[in-house]
Nanobody
Framework: QVQLVESGGGLVQAGGSLKLSCAAS????????MGWYRQAPGKQRELVAE???????NYGDSVKGRFTISRDNAQKTVYLQMNGLKPEDAADYYC?????????WGKGILVTVSS
């Protein structure tokens, strides 16, 4: 059974930082491309960042220079370091694992940013 479990969300003031974690189980983690997506109320889910199995990272335009994605294959965990948080970063953040035709999602975790 595949599980992606996000942690590290919560309430932070604008300008602050949070680090999200996503622990995976039930998959061969090292071969999966891992990503973070977010969805704010009334908006579509959007890419925040993705890191491939080759450690190549790409970011959504709105978070470039502020967020950093990383992975630890030994711990089967992907991280999202979020700095300089803005109120518009507030959303449910979802972890995604992708490999060929397989895609798995976590249940999401809430990030709230107060102005």
């Amino acid at each position: 059974q595949v599980q992606l479990v996000e942690s590290g969300g919560g309430l932070v003031q604008a300008g602050g930082s949070l680090k999200l974690s996503c622990a995976a189980s039930g998959i061969s983690f090292s071969i999966y491309h891992m990503g973070w997506y977010r969805q704010a109320p009334g908006k579509q889910r959007e890419l925040v960042a993705e890191i491939t199995s080759f450690y190549s990272a790409n970011y959504g335009d709105s978070v470039k220079g502020r967020f950093t994605i990383s992975r630890d294959n030994a711990q089967k965990t992907v991280y999202l370091q979020m700095n300089g948080l803005k109120p518009e970063d507030a959303a449910d953040y979802y972890c995604r694992a992708r490999y060929l035709g397989e895609t798995y999602w976590g249940k999401g975790i809430l990030v709230t940013v107060s102005s």
